[in-house]
């Protein structure tokens, strides 16, 4: 079965400085991988995703992440952020060709935007 | 506009007094889940459904019941409720259920049992 880490659960950085959030997975087989944001009071909400191809992904609000398959990780990146980043992001990994339901997420990575 | 809605977004109860959350989307989805989230320990899935009538425990379903009788509901019923399920819960839809699709997340349910 797969599983995923998020090795920080909270990230404070100064606005306009760039970011990583850290995602590493465990497989056996090919997967699918996710990163969601959750703002304060809402729910969650896809921010990019990886199916194939290219391994650097961009994603809405000037997101990006690299797929990793030797070091078997998903990082997050922003260049500069701003503080309507401040959000939690979790991670989240399935299995090629399984369901939903095999959706797996991280613990979790608190970003908070000090000015 | 497309959505997913839950009711309530907020509710205290008692111990054993027995209590619903209603999720609906407008999506047409197949698939509907339901989660609840714990500070440190991310999302866990209670419930899902491929579908009407067709449901399936995830990872932490006992204390929890579901039906999905139509495709746009998904109820989420507490029986005889306990504090330990005092948490954050989620409802999520999906169009066909499978593992590369996006999950469309209702805005939660924080709920207090005590």
């Known amino acids: 079965a797969q599983s995923v880490t998020q090795l920080d659960s909270q990230v404070p950085v100064f606005e306009e400085a760039p970011v990583e959030l850290r995602c590493n997975y465990s497989?056996?087989?090919?997967?699918?991988l996710f990163w969601y944001v959750q703002y304060p009071n809402q729910g969650l909400q896809l921010l990019l995703k990886?199916?194939?191809?290219?391994?650097l992904v961009k994603g809405i609000n000037g997101f990006e992440a690299e797929f990793n398959k030797s070091q078997t990780s998903f990082h997050l990146r922003k260049p500069s952020v701003h503080i309507s980043d401040t959000a939690e992001y979790f991670c989240?990994?399935?299995?090629?060709?399984?369901?939903?339901?095999?959706?797996?997420f991280g613990s979790g990575t608190r970003l908070s935007i000090r000015p | 506009e497309a959505q997913v809605t839950q009711n309530p977004r907020y509710l205290i109860t008692v111990t054993g007094k027995k209590l619903t959350v209603t999720c609906s989307q407008n999506?047409?989805?197949?698939?509907m889940s339901w989660y609840r989230q714990d500070p440190g320990l991310g999302l866990r899935q209670i419930y899902y459904?491929?579908?009407?009538?067709?449901?399936d425990k995830g990872d932490v379903p006992e204390g929890y019941k579901v039906s999905r009788k139509e495709k746009r509901n998904f109820p989420l019923i507490l029986e005889s409720p306990s504090p330990n399920q005092t948490s954050l819960y989620f409802c999520?839809?999906?169009?066909?259920?499978?593992?590369?699709?996006?999950?469309?997340f209702g805005e939660g349910s924080r709920l207090t049992v005590l």
């Open positions: 989240a990994v399935s299995e090629v060709y399984s369901s939903a339901s095999k959706i797996i």
């Open positions: 990886y199916l194939s191809g290219s391994t």
């Open positions: 459904s491929m579908n009407v009538e067709v449901t």
């Open positions: 999506m047409n989805h197949e698939y």
């Open positions: 497989s056996s087989v090919s997967v699918y």
């Open positions: 999520a839809s999906s169009y066909k259920g499978d593992g590369a699709g996006e999950l469309f």
